[in-house]
């Protein structure tokens, strides 16, 4: 009996492997959509909390492109490099903010179209910008309120 629960456990293991490595295979192929085509665009934020390289970058809800990368200026902002793909020229009066999908969801950013005529030529940078809104900050300035009226 010991002899053939043994080698159940090992077939049940066996199985929750290979069907973990096939969701893995699937997150990896479907996490990026490939960019063949596309241009930089530079986006400075104070504060990118939450927000990661390859995230999306979305116009009116559809992915254009994606978060090539991110690092910090030496004033300490972040410097945010936007694939834009090529068939998507985003007007100059546009501006970027990072949102969240949902509640708790990824974040990307969002770029809300202008009017401009004129278009972001590659390795412009986006001069109207917003930063993430840090959920956790939000909430210690509202404990930190409510404490220092209740201390009065």
Same mark, same amino acid.
């Given at each position: 009996?010991?002899?053939?629960?043994?080698?159940?456990?090992?077939?049940?293991?066996?199985?929750?492997?290979?069907?973990?490595?096939?969701?893995?295979?699937?997150?990896?192929?479907?996490?990026?959509?490939?960019?063949?085509?596309?241009?930089?665009?530079?986006?400075?934020?104070?504060?990118?909390?939450?927000?990661?390289?390859?995230?999306?970058?979305?116009?009116? *809800?559809?992915? &254009?492109?994606?978060? /090539? $990368?991110?690092?910090?200026?030496?004033?300490?902002?972040? %410097?945010?490099?936007?694939? @834009?793909?090529?068939?998507?020229?985003?007007?100059?009066?546009?501006?970027?903010?990072?949102?969240?999908?949902?509640?708790?969801?990824?974040?990307?950013?969002?770029?809300?179209?202008?009017?401009?005529?004129?278009?972001?030529?590659? *390795?412009?940078? &986006?001069?109207?910008? /917003? $930063?993430?809104?840090?959920?956790?900050?939000?909430?210690? %300035?509202?404990?930190?309120? @409510?404490?220092?009226?209740?201390?009065?």
């Amino acid at each position: 009996m010991n002899m053939k629960g043994n080698f159940l456990e090992a077939i049940i293991g066996a199985v929750v492997l290979v069907v973990s490595a096939f969701f893995i295979y699937f997150a990896c192929i479907s996490s990026g959509e490939k960019i063949k085509d596309g241009y930089v665009l530079i986006a400075r934020f104070e504060d990118a909390t939450g927000l990661a390289s390859w995230a999306d970058v979305k116009l009116n *809800g559809i992915k &254009i492109g994606i978060v /090539k $990368s991110l690092s910090l200026n030496k004033d300490y902002a972040v %410097k945010a490099e936007l694939l @834009i793909q090529n068939k998507y020229k985003i007007p100059m009066d546009s501006s970027a903010s990072i949102s969240t999908e949902g509640i708790m969801g990824n974040k990307f950013v969002s770029i809300s179209v202008g009017y401009s005529d004129n278009e972001y030529k590659p *390795g412009s940078e &986006i001069e109207d910008t /917003k $930063s993430s809104i840090n959920l956790e900050k939000l909430v210690d %300035k509202v404990i930190a309120g @409510i404490g220092n009226n209740i201390l009065k």
